[in-house]
């Protein structure tokens, strides 16, 4: 193989200049639904910050955020975190897995949870459903601290706020007007909830018990609460639900890799390929890998999958 080297180093060199001022920063970006709607920034697990600080902040995002419109919140309340060597090798691993099973069609089980088989539920709507009830999920969990559960709780936080985030932000790669219009009017009466109740500003905890109280008793008509603007009443049923069961993390964070598999497909090569001068999104990176993989049609639901979404893969 010496005897090539020489062969390879053009080529080397030539990817070195098309990479070094624009590569990947490892990191994926977040936005969570409930902070937004609560004015709560720092509200991840693990984000301690001094006294001080945090009366600037709260100062800061809850008091002069109130005069600034929409679209510039939004990208106030957007953190970053690294990419995690256990969330590659949960995308590596479902992937291998993907590939041994050798099975058609996306993973269409999830549903299950929330509907029954004659009620089509769109990708921006399972991605605000679900990202709603992994919180509710993790702020209202009282289970065991096993590293396992840990872990799992972790990644399954952490895709779902990325998952928001590519919704919000790069909605061209789900369905241009109606993500949007869902995940506004969702904000909408979840804000409107906590004004009527009249309350000060709450712990992320104590707010998911408060919409769980209110929306449990009720949230049993699915088909119903589809076609209303909130999908909030439909994530405290999945949360019931899940929360009933043992192993709720490992159905999360298997539900968050294989859905941001789904939407890695639905995006466009090139959309894809604009991405990676850019320095590349997560996204674009899963995608990579479903296509050295092969995976692309494993990853992509056969039966419901919508037309729209047909007409934007590629």
């Known amino acids: ?44 697990v693990g984000h301690g910050t001094p006294k001080p600080f945090a009366n600037l902040r709260d100062l800061v995002f809850n008091q002069m955020l109130l005069k600034i419109n929409g679209e510039l919140e939004i990208l106030l309340y957007r953190t970053h975190k690294q990419v995690s060597a256990e969330l590659k090798d949960l995308v590596y691993n479902t992937f291998r897995e993907k590939l041994r099973s050798n099975s058609n069609g996306f993973s269409e089980e999830y ?13 921006y709507q399972r991605i605000v459903i679900w990202h709603i009830a992994t919180d509710l999920c993790l702020y209202t969990d009282s289970g065991a601290n096993e590293p396992h559960n840990n872990l799992l709780r972790e990644v399954s936080k952490d895709v779902s706020d990325y998952m928001m985030y590519i919704l919000v932000m790069c ?53 119903v609460y589809l076609l209303t603007d909130s999908l909030c009443p439909i994530s405290v049923l999945l949360a019931n639900k899940l929360s009933q069961l043992d192993g709720k993390w490992e159905i999360l964070s298997k539900f968050w890799v294989e859905n941001l598999a789904y939407v890695a497909t639905l995006c466009r090569g090139n959309n894809h390929a604009q991405q990676l001068r850019k320095g590349g999104e997560f996204l674009t990176h899963v995608w990579l890998l479903i296509e050295q993989f092969n995976l692309a049609e494993s990853f992509q639901r056969s039966r419901t999958r919508p037309l729209e979404e047909d007409d934007m893969a590629g």
């Open 1 to 44: 193989m010496k005897h090539l080297q020489p062969l390879f180093a053009p080529i080397r060199n030539c990817c070195g200049k098309l990479t070094s001022k624009q590569r990947w920063s490892k990191s994926m970006a977040q936005l969570n639904l409930l902070s937004l709607c609560l004015k709560d920034k720092f509200d991840q």
């Open 111 to 123: 549903d299950n949870y929330i509907t029954d088989e004659t009620q089509n539920v769109q990708i």
């Open 171 to 223: 909605p061209f790669v789900l369905s241009i007007g109606n993500a949007i219009i869902c995940f506004e009017n969702t904000c909408e009466s979840i804000k409107n909830f906590f004004q009527e109740k009249k309350l000060p500003r709450l712990p992320k905890a104590n707010a998911c018990a408060m919409l769980i109280s209110e929306y449990e008793a009720s949230s049993d008509r699915v088909d």
